[in-house]
Structure formats: C-alpha cells, structure tokens
C-alpha cells in the first residue's frame, strides 16, 4: 500500500500562479523530468487558471497544438500530440481557462502537458488569487521595488482610462491582497488618489 500512497501523494494538482510555477527548479534525473521544486513542494501537476493569450494548431500528419497562457504573474505554455489536440481547438484567443496537468521541461523551457482543459468565467482569476495569496508562506514574494510606488504607478498609468477599478490592481500586482489593500488606504489617506465611486482609483497626485 506505502508505494501507491506516495505517488498519490506526489501527484496532488497544486493550485499555483504562473509566475510562482516558473520559480521553481526543474529536477532531473538522466535529463528526464521528474519533478518542481519549489520551497518545500515537488510538483508534478499543477491546477492553474489563466487567459490564453496565443494559439497555434498543425493538423497535419504531425498533429501538434500549442496555447500560451497568462495570469497576470507570468505565461506558460500548454502542448498536445496526436488526437489530444482536438481540446485545444475549442479554445480561443482571449478565454479564461482552467487547466489542469503535468508539468515538463524540454530545452530549458517548462512547460505544461493538460489533462483537464475548460473555459471558466473571468473572475476566478481572481478567486484563484486571492485563495493562493492566503497560502503562500513558502513561496518567494516579490521585492524587486516597493509595493506603494507599485500601486501608485498603476494608478498613474490608468487616468487616461479614467482610473482603474481595485480588482484588476489586486490582479496585476504580485503581493498579498490585504498588502495592497493596506498601500491603498494610505495612499486615499495621504490625498496622492481619490475614490470617485466604490473600488474605483483615480491619481490626484
């Protein structure tokens, strides 16, 4: 029973964000893939949802698909042969997706084989967000520049389009939600943006 349990184990679907996904370091054994180390997880498959952002079909004697996938943290792309191309099809340019598979590395590139392959509504991404964001203590967080200056620039960014709603900041900003939430109400409190109606930002400056 010990054998089964464990692969049981090791092939549990993770939840994950792309970009946390391509943090992690591919383990190889004779330049087969065996799995993702990433903090003290070893990933084999993953559950992630994102937009598809390119397609490409050849539906020849050699049959091969390919789609790039993108949640606002980093892209990834999905491969099929033969006869599994035919779930690639059905998806186009611009849908939000679920998908769920194995994960693989070929030439230095990760990349993901589906088995589980499903147009969802937009606003998972989201939920998905926030429900990783509640459980990442052993993932890398992000420094590269201070998350206030982050938010702000955004906010900058989007006067033209008068102003930006707090979801899609919350969506574009790889950090804690309650984080950002925090950046916003100093930034409304210091008078640097202004709320014109409920989770919509403007820049006063």
Do not use: H
Not at 52 to 67: H, N
Not at 124 to 147: C, G, M, T
């Amino acid at each position: 029973m010990e054998p089964s349990t464990e692969i049981k184990k090791r092939n549990i679907a993770y939840k994950m964000r792309i970009g946390d996904v391509l943090k992690g370091k591919p383990i190889l054994d004779e330049g087969k893939f065996i799995c993702l180390e990433l903090g003290d997880k070893k990933l084999v498959r993953i559950n992630i949802l994102a937009n598809c952002v390119d397609k490409f079909i050849q539906d020849g004697e050699k049959k091969y698909a390919s789609l790039t996938v993108d949640d606002a943290s980093g892209q990834l792309r999905l491969k099929a042969f033969g006869d599994e191309i035919e779930g690639f099809k059905t998806i186009s340019q611009g849908d939000t997706v679920q998908i769920i598979g194995n994960m693989r590395e070929w030439n230095g590139e990760l990349y993901m084989i589906p088995e589980v392959l499903k147009k969802v509504d937009p606003r998972w991404l989201l939920v998905r967000k926030l429900e990783i964001q509640n459980s990442r203590k052993d993932i890398p967080a992000d420094r590269n520049s201070p998350l206030k200056d982050k938010v702000l620039q955004q906010i900058k960014n989007a006067e033209e389009d008068g102003g930006i709603d707090v979801e899609r900041i919350i969506m574009d900003t790889e950090a804690n939600p309650t984080l950002i939430n925090g950046e916003i109400k100093k930034l409304l409190e210091e008078g640097l943006i202004y709320e014109p109606r409920p989770g919509r930002l403007r820049y006063l400056g």
